[in-house]
Every structure is written in C-alpha cells, then in structure tokens.
C-alpha cells in the first residue's frame, strides 16, 4: 500500500554484491570510484540509474501482458505504457491516488514541477508509515469501491470467464502487430537524429508502439538477428548503426572526392590563405576556422577578393539567426559608386542554407558557364543531405565549395559527422590563422545549478537582467530553468502571479517518419500544405479515423488527409504556454501582421495585460493584442533561457548550468561568440576546469559500424598471467559442492586462491600473509598443516619460489626478469633528443636537479630513462621544461600517469596526458618521435610496466 493505505503494487528488487563473471567466477558488482571524473558510467549503480527508463518499459510491459493473460481489459494510459484495468472509474483511481495528489499540492504551492522537486515533495509530505490488519484494509478498499459503484467480485468472475483480455491502446500509440514493424519503425525513428543508436534508446522506443503486445525478449530477438545480418552494426548489446547509414556515408565521400578535380584556379595576386584558396585547382576544399563572426574578416576578405576577380560569392549558414549575424558583420567592396551599383543588382551575399538550394538552381539557366565561391560557414552543422546537395549545386556551376569547419563550436542536429568523414577519407583541410576568440570564465559548484542560476540571474537588477543571457544546452534543462526563473520572479513580484495558458504553436515538427503514423497526430496541429510557396494553405487537425486524419481551414472547408499518398505538407505540432503580465516572450517564427508588417524570429514580446479572451503583448513601445485563437497561430516561448542556437546579441555576461561531463570548448567556444564573461555553474569544478580545451568527441557513421565508442572496459575474466594457473584451478574446483572435496583439496583451493590475490597485488609477498590468507579461505574446512604442505607443494612445482622471508610466484618473477632484459635493450640504441651545448638556456628558476634531469634525459642515448624524487622537489615543473626542449626538435610528448589525479597534474602544466589503462586498451598510433613521461611510475605493476 501507500502511507495513505491506497492499493500501490510495486516491487522492491534486490540486488546483492555479487555477479557471475562470463567464466564462472564470483565477483563483487562494478563501481564507480567517487573521485573518478572520467567514466561516469562504470559503476553497477550509475548503470542502472541511466538505463532505469528501459528497466521500467520492461517491467510494465510484462506486467501489461500478464494482466491482459489473467482475463482483464486493459487501456494505455500515456506514452511510457502506464495502464489502468477497464472498469475502474476515473473519480475512482483519483480518490486512491491520495499521495500522488498530496504531491501535486505541495509543487503547485511551491511553484515548481521538476522531477527533482517532485522527489523532494514526496519526501516532505509523506506520514510515519503504519501497521493495518490485513482484513481491516481489504474491507477499507472494497468500502471505499462500492461508494464508486465498483464490485472487485464481479471483475475477478468476469476475468475469470475470459481467455485473454483486450488492449485499448493510448490515441497517440498505434501497437505494431509483431516486433518486426516495431523495430522498424523505431530504427527509422531515431536514425533520423543519431548516428549511434543506444540499445537500451532502441528497445525503449520499439515499446512506444508495441506496448503489451510483445514480449521484451522477442525485441531483443529481433535486434540480435538485424545485427547478426548487418542490417546493424555496432557493438552487440551496447550501441548501432544502420546498413543504410553506412551506405549514405560512402556514397557521401566518393561523391566528394569527384569534387578534388575539376576545380578552376584563380590568379589572384591576395596573399595569405585566401589566396591559397583561390589559386588551389581543388573544386571542394575545408578550412578549419575558430569562429563565426570571429572570422567575418578572412569571409568577407574571400568574398570580396572573389568578385573582384570576376567571380560570384555567396556565403551561406544553415542557421537564420547566424545568418542575421554574419550579415551584420560582412559586406560587399562599395569603395566607388560603380562598385555600390553594381551591389544593387547583386543576389544577398548571406544566405540561409535552404534559400540558397531554394534560389540557386534558378540561376543556372540565365548564364552558360557560372562559376562561383560558395562559402559555407560552420560547415560542420549541415547534415550529409544538405552537404551533397550543395555539392551537387556547385558542382553544376563548375563553383568552389568552400567548408569552413568551425573547431570553435558545436555540431549539428543530424546523425553524423560529415566533415570529420571527409578528413578520415583523405581530405586535407587548411587552418585560419585568426587567434581564438578569449573569455573569461567563473566556475561556480553547487548541487543545485539550476536552482543556483536562477537565483544568480533573478537577483540581477532590470538593466543587468537585460544584457545577461542565460543558456541551456537541451530542451529538458531549458523548460527546468525557464520554470525555476519565473517562480523566482513571481516570488519577488516581478511577474504576476496570476496566470493564463495559452495555447501556441510548438518549434517541433512531425518528421517524414513520424507523419505516416496518426498516433503523433494531435487534435489542434497545425498542417501546412506546399509549405514555403506562394500556394500554401493551413488546418488544423480536428479528428482521427480509420480513414486518415480529418482537417479544416478557416474558412470551414474539411479535408482528409491520407497517409498513404504522398503529399507535401509540414505539421506543427502546438503545446501549452503559461502567461504572467511582465512576461518576456521570444518570437519563435516570423510573425505575419498583414500591413502591418513582420515581426521577425527572435525579436522579443513583453506581456501587458492577460485576460480570459486573449493578452496584450508589448513590441517596440506598441501595444498588439491577440485573441486566444490568434495565440494557436503564433510560436512563442519564454526569453529567459536560450538555447546557443537560438542567441540573436551579444551579452555583457552568460549564465550557463553544465554537468562536468558536457563542458567542452566547442560548447563554450559557442557561448564565447556571443560575450567575453561566462559563469559556467556546474556539479563539479575540477571536472569542468579540466575539460574547458578538452574538443568534444564525434563519430563517423563508420567509426560507430567498427566500436569506436565504446566506454573503455576491462574483461576481468582475462586475468593477469601471474594469476592465470591460479585462477583456472580455482574456477574448477569451486564449482563442485563442497562434499566432493577434501581437507586436502580445500588447502590446495585455499593456497592457490590466497597466492592468486597476493600475487595482484605484490610482486613478493610475506610468508605470513599468505597463510593467513589461505587460512581465511579454509577456515572450518581444512587445517594449518595441510595448508603448510600445499605451500611446499608448489614450491616444488616452481610455482612459487622462497625469498628468505617473502614468497614470489613463478610468473612473477619472470615478468621482472624480462623487464630488466628490455631495460638493457634499450640502452645507448637511440640519437639524443639534444646535445648538452644547446640545454645553458635553462631558466635560472630551476634547481640544479631539475637541470640535471633535464640534461640526462635529453642528451641520453637510452630509451628508458628514470628520475627519482620526493614529492615536492618539482619534477611535474622538470616534465614541463623537458617538453619544451623536446618540442623545438620536433618530438611529440605524451604524458603516461596510473591514476587521474596524477594525469590532471600532467594536463595543468600543458602536457597531454592519459591514464596508463586507457594508454593500453587504446590502439592510437604514435609518430616514430614520441616521448612518453610516466609519472609516478613507482605505482605502475610489473605487467603494465612489460
């Protein structure tokens, strides 16, 4: 039961520490280290925690069907498959909803509804639980039933009587007949956006339109078959990739490489890399830049230089916004009234992306051979459709393609890496010389962030809050953070409390996939036919029948919308917005106000006045009011928080909340272009300082096919070849019951597994600590003698050999005696990093010890070299220096480290580092001159070390 003795059937599942490994053995569960900021996965814990969703699919679903299999009729309540039994009342299930209900009181008194706060709600409403005769509450329910009408009695005889019961699906779910559909429609769903499509995403996604009707095992089934076949491949279990991504993405390439030939050069006298450019015979070339506007002078230098030679320019972004901005920062040459002129009969030199496919194609015909410069800034956010296509385009007009890949920002919203699958194939890209644009950033650790932010950004003043702008990376932090700012604002009185929802049109449209199913239709949404033309049209969904989807205009017409036929049209969906007078609203889409001409995307409202009719918006110090039906037409959303993509101006400051893990200098390269002072507050500051020059990760459709993301793991069933003789026996005898074995035997269990544990952790190890170990492992069941001749046993076998007081095992010792022998190899077989004439340079700050390290290591002939000290004495500052001197001869220097603190140490003095456990799983390539420094190398084992 609830505390409030409501009937509430859930499961407790216990999870004991332990764990059968893939070779029998037992082991404790995985475990995430609490000062480990590097895999925030690792643990048992952190695994269930991020997979708790599709544990959840999984368990409704099952239970879905074994109700339905009991005889009852179910109906689907929502989108996660939460169910209730046909025959139960709605005022029925609220009234046994006492503490959800309890809950909702508490977070409407608040002002909140984050899955936090509902958490903290629960706690803080919640009565001392109490002991019920089972008999007093059954009598309570059917009490509380019968005053609903309800009689459980003639459910149960009803069920009974039945074979199966029916399912009543949710309106926006249409069930999949079989796993095959289901998979298929959930693969086309998420291939859209993602390269890597999780496993647990794929499953979770597949219930959406199977709920009840499969088994979990049966999607499991049918994705082990899809990867067996390679219709997916990845790695099993984990993460994807679809067949027809792979091929999307060879196609990509090949067609760019045609793109390498065919190009014209241009003679241009332009020095510098826009002169490089023009005068390179490549056709489609990549040149990494650090900004967008950052880089408005090589643009306009390339544009300029481009028509003044004759040639056309365009210069394109996928983004309106950008677009704006990069217009504002770029300009044709209009020196002479005859160059101003002749700009007049000029197409705009910024385009979007979409207009240009849209406009371009029209030009072809007017001119027999057109050659232009395209240039496509932040190349790296367009999808490979819009990449081909504008490849195709130019490639038409005989034009350079020109890529700018901006390493100072994010990527795009679509599966892939195109620009990173153009370099992996072999193009060479050119590199801006324009210094990064700098910022200054104040790193703030909290738990809270968003309640943090909020309250840094609310108790700014009016004029303050005006210039700042707060920013969110994902759709779910930017409705938290919009929530937490306006109960902040209506707490201090600076938006009313009261408030009005208003129905809006949503950003969000149904994708091609998505379209073809009526379960993600919506009665409200906004259907636009041929889109973007001259022709288009508008209805709203009004209904959903077998026939298709019934809509309606203005004007009253009805129409049917088949999903079958192919017809052009977009669908809006449209979403609910909470309204308090001083409210600061942004402009979603253009606005359309006939005469009176448009309002722009991302232009801003204030609200003046709500009311049961309609509200009064403020723009540019005029009064509009829209009625409730003319709100349906408008997108609309909050202008507290924005999205990086959605950022019009700059900033006096940024607010940004950002776990650890999402710091990047993409990110905050991004956030940079907009203002020079960032407040990043974070869960965690060492992690977020760490990764502020750390690029963030991309994959190729290829790299996912081959594993490439995989988290880095151990396979512990692969054990040491110290400890492999031990284990096998142990993993033998342990499986027999312990009648099967004798005292003997137990000794000789109790040994090898007290040898197999000492052995990982030492090299020699105490004669008493192995019998003590061995002894804990035999206690009850053998005896010390026994234990004592087992000893001798392998001693004589030479699995152990006796060091006076210290025991060393066989492989052990093989392992050092190899070491030595590859130390001895190494000696005097390689040239001198530096001579010692060319090391008086030194800095005087250093101690004579630092300069002798110094000297040693750089003029020594050795391949290894060792440098002893104790901490303190400066030897991470000697590392620095010695790479410095390494680098002016053209050698490349990694750091190697044992642990992540240590490895951080590396990373704060410049010197790129790695873990010694990722440096040996990982299969990177390193050029013939690298230096590797291992610090604390007193920690390394024996095995790691060869």
């Not at 407790?12 to 609490?34: E, I, P, Y």
Request: with cysteine.
């Amino acid at each position: 039961t609830s505390r409030e003795l409501d009937a509430n059937l859930h499961t407790h599942c216990l999870a004991m520490n332990m764990t059968q490994r893939c070779d029998g053995l037992w082991r404790s569960l995985s475990s995430h280290g609490k000062n480990d900021k590097t895999h925030p996965d690792n643990g048992f814990r952190e695994i269930v925690y991020e997979n708790q969703h599709y544990f959840g699919l999984v368990y409704t679903s099952t239970l879905a069907r074994k109700v339905c299999e009991l005889g009852y009729d179910i109906k689907i309540k929502d989108r996660y498959g939460n169910f209730e039994i046909v025959g139960l009342s709605e005022e029925y299930l609220e009234q046994t909803s006492k503490r959800r209900n309890q809950i909702l009181d508490k977070l409407n008194e608040k002002g909140l509804s984050s899955a936090k706060a509902a958490e903290k709600a629960n706690l803080d409403s919640r009565r001392l639980k109490e002991q019920v005769n089972p008999e007093d509450l059954l009598a309570y329910w059917k009490e509380e039933a019968n005053a609903h009408g309800i009689d459980f009695q003639t459910l149960i005889d009803k069920s009974n009587s039945r074979q199966k019961g029916e399912i009543e699906s949710f309106e926006k779910l249409e069930i999949s007949p079989n796993a095959v559909m289901a998979i298929d429609d959930a693969v086309l769903q998420l291939s859209s956006f993602h390269t890597q499509i999780k496993h647990g995403d794929l499953v979770r996604m597949a219930f959406m339109f199977a709920r009840g009707t499969i088994h979990h095992d049966e999607l499991e089934a049918e994705i082990d078959k899809r990867f067996n076949d390679k219709r997916l491949e990845g790695v099993a279990s984990r993460y994807y990739t679809t067949h027809e991504q792979i091929c999307q993405e060879k196609s990509f390439v090949k067609q760019f490489k045609k793109g390498l030939e065919g190009g014209f050069i241009c003679e241009t006298n332009q020095s510098g890399i826009v002169g490089d450019i023009l005068r390179k015979q490549e056709r489609v070339q990549i040149i990494d830049v650090r900004g967008l506007t950052h880089e408005a002078e090589l643009i306009e230098s390339l544009a300029q230089t481009s028509e003044a030679e004759g040639f056309g320019a365009y210069v394109l972004h996928v983004g309106r916004l950008q677009s704006n901005r990069l217009n504002d920062a770029i300009s044709r040459d209009t020196t002479s009234p005859w160059k101003w002129i002749k700009t007049l009969f000029k197409p705009d030199l910024v385009q979007t992306v979409s207009g240009f496919q849209s406009r371009y194609p029209q030009t072809l015909n007017k001119a027999r051979k057109k050659q232009d410069v395209v240039i496509v800034h932040d190349a790296q956010k367009l999808s490979y459709q819009d990449l081909m296509s504008l490849n195709d385009l130019t490639n038409a007009s005989e034009s350079k393609l020109i890529l700018l890949n901006n390493t100072r920002s994010t990527e795009g919203f679509c599966a892939g890496s195109p620009i990173k699958s153009l370099k992996d194939s072999g193009f060479k890209a050119m590199q801006s010389k324009t210094d990064a644009r700098r910022a200054h950033f104040d790193i703030i650790e909290t738990k809270n962030t968003h309640g943090k932010l909020a309250e840094a950004f609310v108790s700014l003043s009016s004029s303050e809050r005006e210039t700042t702008q707060v920013v969110a990376l994902t759709n779910k932090d930017m409705e938290s953070l919009n929530n937490q700012i306006r109960s902040k604002l209506k707490a201090e009185g600076l938006i009313s409390a009261p408030s009005k929802e208003a129905c809006v049109l949503a950003t969000q449209n149904l994708s091609e996939n998505q379209k073809q199913h009526k379960k993600f239709y919506d009665v409200g949404d906004l259907v636009t036919f041929d889109a973007y033309t001259k022709d288009a049209s508008y209805f709203r969904v009004v209904h959903k029948s077998d026939e298709g989807i019934e809509v309606v205009n203005k004007d009253g017409v009805n129409r049917i919308l088949s999903l079958e036929a192919k017809e052009n049209f977009i669908v809006t969906k449209t979403k609910t917005l909470d309204l308090s007078v001083n409210d600061s609203l942004a402009v979603e889409r253009n606005i359309f106000l006939g005469r009176a001409g448009v309002i722009e995307r991302g232009k801003t409202f204030v609200v003046k006045e709500i009311n049961e009719a309609g509200v009064v918006l403020e723009y540019a110090n005029s009064l509009l009011y829209f009625s409730n039906d003319e709100l349906r037409d408008l997108s609309l959303s909050h202008n507290y928080v924005r999205k990086p993509s959605q950022l019009t101006k700059d900033a006096s400051q940024i607010l940004v909340a950002l776990e650890g893990y999402q710091v990047n200098k993409n990110v905050l390269g991004e956030l940079s272009e907009y203002s020079s002072r960032i407040k990043l507050i974070t869960n965690d500051k060492e992690r977020a300082s760490s990764q502020l020059q750390k690029e963030s990760l991309s994959f190729t459709i290829h790299d996912v096919a081959r594993g490439k993301p995989s988290q880095l793991y151990r396979d512990s069933a692969l054990a040491d070849p110290v400890i492999e003789k031990d284990l096998a026996f142990l993993t033998t005898e342990l499986s027999k019951s312990n009648r099967e074995i004798n005292p003997e035997k137990i000794a000789s269990i109790a040994v090898a597994f007290a040898t197999a544990k000492l052995s990982q952790q030492e090299a020699a190890f105490e004669h008493k600590t192995l019998l003590s170990e061995a002894m804990v492992f035999a206690m009850g069941k053998s005896a010390l003698p026994l234990v004592e001749k087992a000893i001798e046993e392998k001693v004589s076998s030479g699995d152990l050999i006796n060091a006076g007081a210290y025991w060393i095992s066989k492989g052990s010792l093989i392992i050092e005696n190899n070491i030595i022998e590859n130390n001895k190899n190494g000696q005097n077989v390689l040239p001198s990093i530096a001579r010692s004439g060319q090391l008086h340079a030194l800095p005087n700050t250093l101690t004579q010890g630092q300069k002798d390290a110094i000297a040693l290591a750089a003029t020594t002939r050795d391949r290894f070299t060792s440098v002893q000290g104790l901490a303190g004495t400066g030897k991470t500052t000697m590392m620095q220096f010695l790479q410095t001197v390494a680098s002016e001869k053209g050698y490349k220097v990694v750091g190697l480290a044992p642990m992540h603190t240590s490895k951080d140490e590396l990373i704060k003095v410049d010197i790129d580092a790695v873990t010694i456990a990722r440096f040996l799983e990982n299969d990177t390539a390193y050029p013939e001159k690298t230096i590797f420094i291992i610090d604390e190398a007193s920690m390394i084992g024996n095995q790691n070390y060869l």
